[in-house]
């Protein structure tokens, strides 16, 4: 087809059809960029405020921790220590533990994923032997879709010989 013989309005539609396509589809994953970059930038935002208040927090306790060990036995001192380091941790703790059981869903389910495919892996082997001469054991194979490289390995055979019985047989 010439492009030459199409009239000149068939061809500036055509174009304007692309290029409003093209801009919809920039318009489309610039929105889409930019959905991604504000739920970054929120995480972001909420990751810096709970630094900030955590900072505040540890120094709030270290000055109080420098009135009282004034007042404060040192046993006391070291319960309070112990107190405020349990609580800063116990977040830590129940998130670790999260991720535990998920890594244990996870095994599992990579465990269960193997052993499916062991077994039909081992469904799909080719069988040690098959009784009969070796002819009929190689049209046997053949006929099943198995390569004659694989065919000479098991049955112990040049491949030659294989396209051999083959071409005999008028199988191949």
Do not use: C, W
Not at 120 to 139: A, T, Y
């Amino acid at each position: 087809m010439n492009f030459e013989s199409l009239p000149l309005e068939y061809v500036i539609v055509a174009m304007s059809g692309v290029i409003l396509y093209l801009l919809y589809y920039v318009f489309t994953k610039d929105s889409e960029y930019s959905k991604n970059i504000h739920s970054v930038a929120s995480v972001v935002e909420e990751l810096n405020r709970d630094i900030y208040y955590l900072k505040k927090k540890l120094v709030d306790n270290q000055k109080h921790l420098q009135d009282n060990s004034r007042n404060m036995s040192d046993e006391e001192i070291y319960e309070e220590i112990e107190r405020s380091v349990y609580d800063m941790i116990q977040p830590l703790s129940l998130s670790l533990k999260q991720v535990k059981e998920t890594i244990y869903t996870i095994d599992s389910q990579i465990d269960s994923r193997i052993s499916s495919l062991e077994s039909g892996v081992k469904q799909i082997s080719i069988p040690s032997s098959i009784h009969g001469n070796d002819d009929e054991k190689i049209m046997s194979l053949y006929k099943q879709g198995v390569s004659l490289d694989t065919i000479s390995k098991e049955l112990h055979l040049s491949k030659p010989e294989v396209e051999f019985v083959l071409k005999i047989n008028k199988i191949k």
